[in-house]
């Protein structure tokens, strides 16, 4: 079935040390008839990228390894007018640096943005998977060698395939059926503080409910007044927020593109008119044991 990789989001702690393996692996060094080198500056085959969601002080930062996604359908292949694109048996795509003319089809056509020119040689360049160190006897890619948490993992699409299952791949709708899989991909959130605005104290247990296109989310506010909703799909959420003692908090229509912290909200204590306390009166004596409800009519 061809080679693999499959990169787990949470354990990716943001250290860059697979994107400088990648250019200490690439840069000055010339590993024809793989690959050309890749300039200093201006190109990331294996590119990491951050994700920064929320705001201060709910902030939640993840980390993404992006490089070529060895597709088994690449658009980048048909796109070349010179075969200079091939794909190999492990299912790796390179780019013949002597057939190439640098004429950028390929870079237009990748919907990844994985691919990149090289003007001073005329050339485009991309991730080989590091075909010319596996094809000489070694075992793994230097990104992967060189991640020191595991994040990244390499082999045989067959022998990963349950670290595959449940796994996503980049932009499935392009059709690229893409072999670089992402486990553990976080959604969005809804994040904030609920508190007494007269008292000036968190408000704890208070009742929490999202809601969109009919589902239903509930949590409840924390010791510390917090409640978090996470792993949300992109959508638009209707937030209630219930507490005893206090007025609803409504707010309708948040439009979750990027996470979206609300900030402290301010309950408002309800108004207790002597109606409301003689109607809880009245509950107090129902429950009492022995009461009688009809003497309170």
Partial sequence: MGKAFVIDIA????????????????????W???????????QF?????DDVQGSIPKVKVTY??????HCREPKCLPACPNG???RREDGFVLINPEKCVGCGACAKACPYGAIYGNKELGISQKCTGCAHLLDNGYKLPRCVENCPTDAIVFGEEEELKDLIRGAQVREPETGCRPRVYYRNVPGKFIAGLVYDPVEKEVIIGARCI???????IE????????????DLAVGKYDVTIFADGYDEYYNFGIDLENSVNLGDIPMTPKTVTPEDIEAEERKKLIKTEGGNAANLF
Avoid at 11 to 30: F, W
Avoid at 64 to 69: A, E, K
Avoid at 219 to 230: C, N, Q, S, Y
């Fill in 32 to 42: 024809s008839p793989y690959a050309k080198p890749q300039p200093d500056i201006g």
């Fill in 11 to 30: 354990k990716c702690s943001g250290c860059y040390s697979c994107q400088t393996a990648c250019k200490d692996e690439h840069c000055g060094n010339d």
């Fill in 210 to 216: 999202a809601v969109t296109g009919g589902k239903i």
């Fill in 45 to 49: 085959w294996l590119h990491l990228k």
């Fill in 84 to 86: 200079a694109i091939y």
């Fill in 219 to 230: 949590t409840v506010t924390d010791e510390f007044g917090d409640f978090l909703f996470k």
């Fill in 64 to 69: 993404t390894p992006q490089l070529c996604n």
